[in-house]
C-alpha cells in the first residue's frame, strides 16, 4: 500500500499578509519621524553654511573698501523719499556685483527676456537657481515688503525672499533696467530702512546697528550723489562674535521683531551670521518679541528694552 505525502501549503494566508502589512506600516512610523528631523537637520546645516559663505563675501568687501560692513541697503531718493523698483542695490547685490559671490544672478538663472531687459525675471513671483542666498526651509515667493508685516515669527511672510537689483555695479551706462546682479535673498540684515529725509540723516534713526541704509539722489542737481548712514567699520563693533548681522527673515527688522523668522526645528531656533563671520542657530525663544514698526516705539529702539534678550545683540550700544 502506497502512501501519498501531503500537499504542502504555498504562499501566505490573508492573516499572515495583514500581520506583515502591519508590522512594515507600524515600522515606517516609527521611522518616518526621525528621517523628518534628519531632513530638517540638513535643511538647517545648508542654511547655515550658506550664511558662512556670504559672511566669508562680506569680509572680502570689508577689505576693499576700508574696513566697512557692507551697506544693508541703498535706496533710490527722490523729493525726499525712496522710490523703491528696479536698481536699487542691497547688501546681497553688491556681494554679487562685486564678483565676491558667483552664479547668484535671476537674470544668469532666469534670462533677460522682457521689456527692457530682464523685466520677465522681476516680474517672477518665484525664484531661480538654488543660489547661497536661498534658505531650504524658506517659501519660495517674492516677499511684499510694501504690504502688511508678519504678525509672527511664524508668519510665512517673513519665511518669502526680497528681490533687489544692483545698478551701482551694472557697467557704464547702466540705468534702472539695466544688465546688473538682480538677487532673490531668503534673509534679513540687522538694519532700518527709513522713509523720509530726517530718518536718513538723523542720529538716532538708524545708528544703533551695524548695517546701515544710503540714499542716492535719483534726480536734479545732486542726481547720482550718495547720502545718508554714515557706515560702520569692522572695527567699531564690539563683541562682534555677539552682534547679530544676517539672519532668517524678510529684508530687515525695521524696529519690527516680527520680521525674524523662526523657520527651523519645527518653529523654535532661527539661524544666524554674526558680525565676526561665524554661523550658529539661536533658540527662538531668546529673541525678542512682540511687534512694531519703524514709525512706533519698539523693542530695538531702545536698549534697556533689550536688556531681556541679551543674545544675540542688536545694537552696538547693548
Known amino acids: 500500500m502506497s502512501y501519498r505525502r501531503p500537499h504542502s501549503r ?4 490573508l492573516v499572515e499578509l495583514l500581520v506583515v502589512i502591519g508590522i512594515i506600516a507600524l515600522l515606517i512610523s516609527m521611522l518616518l519621524p526621525a528621517l523628518n528631523a534628519a531632513r530638517e537637520q540638513a535643511k538647517a546645516a545648508t542654511c547655515l553654511s550658506n550664511l558662512r559663505q556670504i559672511g566669508t563675501a562680506m ?5 576693499e ?3 566697512h560692513v557692507v551697506p544693508g541697503s541703498i535706496l533710490r531718493w527722490d523729493s525726499g523719499m525712496p522710490q523703491g523698483g528696479r536698481g536699487e542695490e542691497n547688501w546681497a547685490t553688491m556681494l554679487v556685483a562685486r564678483g565676491y559671490i558667483k552664479q547668484a544672478s535671476q537674470l544668469d538663472l532666469f534670462g533677460t527676456s522682457g521689456t527692457p531687459a530682464g523685466e520677465d525675471a522681476w516680474d517672477s513671483p518665484t525664484s531661480a537657481g538654488n543660489t547661497v ?10 516677499g511684499n515688503v510694501g504690504g502688511p508685516a508678519p504678525t509672527s515669527k511664524l508668519d510665512g511672510k517673513g519665511a518669502m525672499f526680497w528681490r533687489r537689483q544692483s545698478m551701482l555695479f551694472a557697467g557704464p551706462g547702466a540705468t534702472a533696467q539695466g544688465t546688473g546682479a538682480m538677487i532673490d535673498t531668503w534673509y534679513a540684515g ?3 530702512q527709513p522713509t523720509t529725509n530726517a530718518q536718513m540723516m538723523g542720529t538716532t534713526f538708524q545708528n544703533g546697528f551695524p548695517m546701515r541704509t544710503l540714499g542716492r539722489n535719483n534726480a536734479g542737481a545732486q542726481k547720482g550723489r550718495m547720502f545718508g548712514g554714515p557706515l560702520m567699520k ?3 563693533i564690539k563683541k562682534s562674535a ?4 544676517l539672519y532668517d527673515g524678510l529684508r530687515s527688522h525695521n524696529y519690527d521683531p516680527n520680521y525674524i523668522n523662526a523657520r527651523h526645528a519645527k518653529g523654535k531656533q532661527t539661524n544666524f551670521l554674526f558680525a565676526d563671520g561665524h554661523a550658529a542657530a ?3 525663544k531668546s529673541l525678542p518679541i512682540g511687534g512694531g514698526n519703524m514709525q512706533t516705539t519698539s523693542v530695538f529702539r531702545d536698549p534697556q528694552q533689550l536688556a531681556p534678550f541679551p543674545y544675540p545683540k542688536w545694537r552696538l550700544d547693548q
Open 10 to 13: 504555498g504562499g501566505f494566508t
Open 133 to 142: 542666498f536661498r534658505c531650504p526651509s524658506g517659501i519660495d515667493m517674492e
Open 242 to 245: 555677539e552682534v547679530a548681522m
Open 282 to 284: 539661536v533658540d527662538t
Open 234 to 236: 569692522y572695527s567699531q
Open 59 to 63: 569680509t572680502m568687501y570689508a577689505q
Open 190 to 192: 540687522n538694519f532700518v
Open 65 to 67: 573698501f576700508g574696513n
